[in-house]
């Protein structure tokens, strides 16, 4: 929370309520769900994990933090040892006031924008994108922002306090004063078209400092023309798809055609099972079953949805594709293509490593991949080895699309998800992110392939957040990693998420050209021509020997007929 706005910390402090505990009270359970955090004011508590006790907390502490992250069991129990005073608050009035206040400060930008003639002709589109691009910087009273005769490339709108411009003077030594300029009053237009000459000084007028809003250069003309350009390549791929939207073989199947050959994956909301349709042994499916009753229970009715959503319109040969989908009163169920080659992750475990050639490609595929989402302005958020399957030419699918969400351009969502390890800063930090976010994963991707872990871990998520935030300079890169390939990581890596390499004008196709990619032959790539580095051994379409054993579900979920899923 110290990354957080003092007008942010206000509103939080203003939402909080006191609660009182008793001594032996339980005021956490381990395993529990959880959406409080609490600041304790008065009193002591146990922090105990396993009936082990692991310390004690006392005034001023802050414990089950994670919790106004996102929905998640609590990993200890807190138990007070006296009578305790505590302040709390819930994730969903924490997250509010994190979006309410960074949609306001977007449009106070918007606003601010709107005023300046370079700015008019702007999309809302565009202006939100150049909008959450300003750089907020301080100046002290009497500091000087643009001094007579400097070289610039910065244009700087006045969001608190006043300026004194003033010019040298013929008739005088001192410089003239020219005139004042205050809040939503702007300066150096011109350097964002061409470097600038500065005519005038530009110092700090106000006893409490002055807050401008900047932006350089080169974020300017990268943004300026990057979502025609991302609309234009949208089109295109928009004549490209042609791919049926069925199979004619599973035009008129149900539910109970499909017979389970063997399970594929097991995860929290369900599993995934090897199916074939009755009398027919030729080909097989990826039968998803999602339970109803979790789904309910976690909340993430609208995330399964939108991946339905969205997984049965893709026509991209980069990720699986969803052929139909039913449901009855415990399951939804989703019938994909099958990719018998197994998880990245599990080829990666047996490995250990990858080198740069191999890497170079499984990271194409998801470029790729990306390049496609990206284009219909859709955000993935789930980028990792386990969620990247192999088919039977050794080249790489994206599959689980459950945080995946149709954003648009230029526009943010708040809501926090994604493996920690893998979570960018921004979405930590709850400002609201946009494809940007990833750019960012799949820097860590690269990093996991080429090591065999992630850059950024920790024994418990919030841990991890912290290293996150920190940044990826403050992380040693293995001697292994070539120096290409660690400028490549390093430039989606950044802190800000304008910055980063495939934001731009070129969106991933900056990436694509990118030196470490020097050579790569993407065209065959996206033809299916070039060799993978490497082809599973599969048998045959009931062949899962590439992917690990699991145990029969025995847990059987109650029924869900609430209806909320009508439409899926």
Same mark, same amino acid.
């Given at each position: 929370?110290?990354?957080?706005?003092?007008?942010?910390?206000?509103?939080i402090?203003?939402?909080?309520?006191?609660?009182?505990?008793?001594?032996?009270?339980?005021? @956490?359970?381990?395993?529990?769900?959880? =959406?409080?955090?609490?600041?304790?004011?008065?009193?002591?508590?146990?922090?105990?994990?396993g !009936?082990?006790?692991?310390?004690?907390?006392?005034?001023?502490?802050?414990?089950?933090?994670?919790?106004?992250?996102?929905?998640?069991?609590?990993?200890?129990?807190?138990?007070?040892?006296?009578?305790?005073?505590?302040?709390?608050?819930?994730?969903?009035?924490?997250?509010?006031?994190?979006?309410?206040? !960074?949609?306001?400060?977007?449009?106070?930008?918007?606003?601010?924008l709107?005023?300046?003639?370079?700015?008019?002709?702007?999309?809302?589109?565009? &202006?939100?994108?150049?909008?959450?691009?300003?750089?907020?910087?301080?100046?002290?009273?009497?500091?000087?922002?643009?001094?007579?005769?400097?070289?610039?490339?910065?244009?700087?709108? @006045?969001?608190?306090?006043?300026?004194?411009?003033?010019?040298?003077?013929? =008739?005088?030594?001192?410089?003239?004063?020219?005139k004042?300029?205050?809040?939503?009053?702007?300066?150096?237009?011109? /350097?964002?078209?061409?470097?600038?000459?500065?005519?005038?000084?530009?110092?700090?007028?106000d006893?409490?400092?002055?807050?401008?809003?900047?932006?350089?250069?080169?974020?300017?003309?990268?943004?300026?023309?990057t979502?025609?350009?991302?609309?234009?390549?949208?089109?295109?791929?928009?004549?490209?798809?042609?791919l049926?939207?069925?199979?004619?073989?599973?035009?008129?199947?149900?539910?109970?055609?499909?017979? @389970? @050959?063997?399970?594929?994956?097991?995860?929290?909301?369900?599993?995934?099972?090897?199916?074939?349709?009755?009398?027919?042994?030729?080909?097989?499916?990826?039968?998803k079953?999602?339970k109803?009753?979790?789904i309910?229970?976690?909340?993430?009715?609208?995330?399964?949805?939108?991946?339905?959503?969205?997984?049965?319109?893709?026509?991209?040969?980069?990720?699986?594709?969803l052929?139909?989908?039913?449901?009855?009163?415990?399951?939804?169920?989703?019938?994909?293509?099958s990719?018998?080659?197994?998880? &990245?992750?599990?080829?990666?475990?047996?490995?250990?490593?990858?080198?740069?050639?191999?890497?170079?490609?499984?990271?194409?595929?998801?470029?790729?991949?990306? /390049?496609?989402?990206?284009?219909?302005?859709?955000?993935?958020?789930?980028?990792?080895?386990e969620?990247?399957?192999?088919?039977?030419?050794?080249?790489?699918?994206?599959?689980?699309?459950?945080?995946?969400?149709?954003?648009?351009h230029?526009?943010?969502?708040?809501?926090?998800?994604?493996?920690?390890?893998?979570?960018?800063?921004?979405i930590i930090?709850?400002?609201?992110?946009?494809?940007?976010?990833?750019?960012? =994963?799949?820097?860590?991707?690269?990093?996991?392939?080429?090591?065999?872990?992630?850059?950024? =871990?920790?024994?418990?998520?919030?841990?991890?957040?912290?290293?996150?935030?920190?940044?990826i300079?403050?992380?040693d890169?293995?001697?292994?990693?070539?120096?290409?390939?660690?400028?490549?990581?390093?430039?989606?890596?950044?802190?800000?998420?304008?910055?980063?390499?495939?934001?731009?004008?070129?969106?991933?196709?900056?990436?694509?050209?990118?030196?470490?990619?020097?050579?790569?032959n993407?065209?065959?790539?996206?033809?299916?021509?070039?060799?993978?580095?490497?082809?599973?051994?599969?048998?045959?379409?009931?062949?899962?020997?590439?992917?690990?054993?699991?145990?029969?579900?025995?847990?059987?979920?109650?029924?869900?007929?609430?209806?909320?899923?009508?439409?899926?």
């Amino acid at each position: 929370m110290k990354n957080l706005q003092t007008s942010q910390i206000r509103e939080i402090v203003d939402c909080m309520y006191p609660v009182k505990y008793n001594a032996d009270s339980m005021i @956490i359970r381990e395993g529990d769900v959880g =959406s409080l955090v609490y600041v304790m004011e008065e009193g002591r508590v146990d922090v105990r994990k396993g !009936g082990h006790q692991l310390g004690t907390v006392g005034p001023g502490k802050v414990f089950g933090e994670l919790a106004i992250l996102y929905n998640c069991t609590r990993t200890a129990s807190i138990i007070a040892t006296v009578p305790c005073k505590l302040w709390a608050i819930d994730r969903q009035c924490f997250q509010s006031i994190m979006v309410k206040t !960074g949609l306001l400060r977007n449009n106070e930008n918007k606003q601010l924008l709107k005023s300046v003639p370079i700015f008019k002709e702007q999309s809302e589109e565009a &202006l939100s994108k150049i909008a959450d691009s300003l750089e907020e910087m301080h100046y002290n009273n009497g500091e000087y922002i643009v001094r007579h005769g400097a070289r610039g490339d910065t244009f700087y709108v @006045i969001a608190h306090g006043k300026v004194r411009v003033t010019r040298k003077s013929s =008739s005088s030594a001192d410089d003239a004063a020219v005139k004042t300029l205050q809040r939503g009053d702007f300066f150096g237009e011109g /350097a964002l078209e061409r470097e600038e000459i500065r005519t005038a000084n530009v110092i700090a007028s106000d006893p409490d400092g002055v807050d401008c809003l900047c932006l350089d250069r080169q974020t300017y003309t990268q943004l300026i023309s990057t979502l025609d350009d991302i609309h234009r390549d949208s089109l295109e791929d928009d004549k490209k798809e042609c791919l049926p939207a069925i199979p004619h073989e599973l035009g008129s199947i149900r539910l109970n055609d499909f017979c @389970i @050959i063997d399970t594929l994956g097991v995860g929290g909301f369900g599993r995934v099972e090897l199916v074939q349709v009755k009398n027919d042994n030729t080909r097989t499916y990826a039968l998803k079953q999602l339970k109803k009753h979790h789904i309910v229970e976690t909340r993430q009715q609208e995330h399964i949805m939108n991946e339905k959503r969205i997984m049965t319109e893709a026509r991209c040969d980069f990720i699986v594709r969803l052929y139909r989908t039913f449901k009855d009163r415990k399951y939804l169920y989703m019938v994909m293509e099958s990719c018998l080659g197994g998880e &990245l992750w599990t080829l990666l475990r047996d490995k250990g490593t990858f080198d740069d050639s191999m890497t170079r490609f499984y990271t194409g595929c998801v470029v790729e991949a990306f /390049a496609y989402l990206h284009g219909k302005g859709i955000v993935y958020r789930d980028l990792k080895p386990e969620n990247l399957l192999i088919d039977h030419r050794g080249y790489i699918k994206l599959v689980d699309f459950g945080f995946a969400k149709k954003i648009g351009h230029g526009r943010k969502t708040w809501t926090f998800c994604g493996t920690p390890e893998y979570v960018a800063p921004e979405i930590i930090l709850n400002k609201g992110h946009d494809l940007s976010a990833d750019l960012w =994963s799949l820097g860590i991707l690269m990093f996991e392939l080429l090591t065999g872990g992630p850059p950024f =871990s920790a024994s418990d998520p919030m841990k991890t957040y912290n290293i996150i935030l920190k940044g990826i300079d403050a992380i040693d890169f293995p001697r292994k990693i070539t120096k290409n390939a660690q400028n490549l990581i390093r430039k989606v890596c950044r802190e800000n998420p304008c910055e980063r390499l495939g934001y731009g004008r070129g969106g991933v196709k900056d990436i694509q050209k990118h030196k470490w990619f020097e050579g790569f032959n993407w065209d065959g790539l996206r033809k299916g021509t070039l060799k993978p580095p490497y082809v599973p051994t599969i048998k045959g379409p009931t062949d899962t020997s590439n992917f690990d054993d699991y145990p029969e579900d025995v847990d059987l979920p109650p029924d869900d007929i609430s209806g909320w899923d009508k439409d899926f």
